[in-house]
């Protein structure tokens, strides 16, 4: 069974830095674009970046310069530090894969989700 593990949420204040990562477990052989959203409460989820299998980036506008995103292909891994970090990025974020292929069963996945991780930033 294929899943996306997040860790490093938490509870910061205004200017502040948080690391979040996301690790696939499963026998995974090729992952394609790897990415973050984020879901503040009574809004729609929405794109933070992505980061290609090439590592190719693509960010937010509200985020860019203050975000990086990142990824280790051999650990099946992809992380965004966040810094500089506003009241406005208080959300639940959620690490996502859009397409990926496991060996054993020989199979693809497409869209998988992990379960998200809270992000508070206090002013």
């Known amino acids: 069974q294929v899943q996306l593990v997040e860790s490093g949420g938490g509870l910061v204040q205004a200017g502040g830095s948080l690391r979040l990562s996301c690790a696939v477990s499963?026998?995974?052989?090729?992952?394609?674009?790897m990415g973050w959203f984020r879901q503040a409460p009574g809004k729609q989820r929405e794109l933070v970046g992505t980061?290609?299998?090439?590592?190719?980036?693509n960010y937010a506008d509200s985020v860019k310069g203050r975000f990086t995103i990142s990824r280790d292909n051999a650990k099946s891994t992809v992380s965004l530090q966040m810094n500089s970090l506003e009241p406005e990025d208080t959300a639940v974020y959620y690490c996502?894969?859009?397409?990926?292929?496991?060996?054993?069963?020989?199979?693809?996945?497409?869209?998988?989700w992990g379960q998200g991780t809270q992000v508070t930033v206090s002013s």
């Open positions: 996502n894969v859009d397409r990926m292929k496991s060996a054993a069963p020989l199979r693809w996945y497409y869209n998988v």
């Open positions: 980061i290609t299998s090439g590592g190719n980036t």
């Open positions: 499963g026998n995974i052989v090729s992952i394609a674009t």
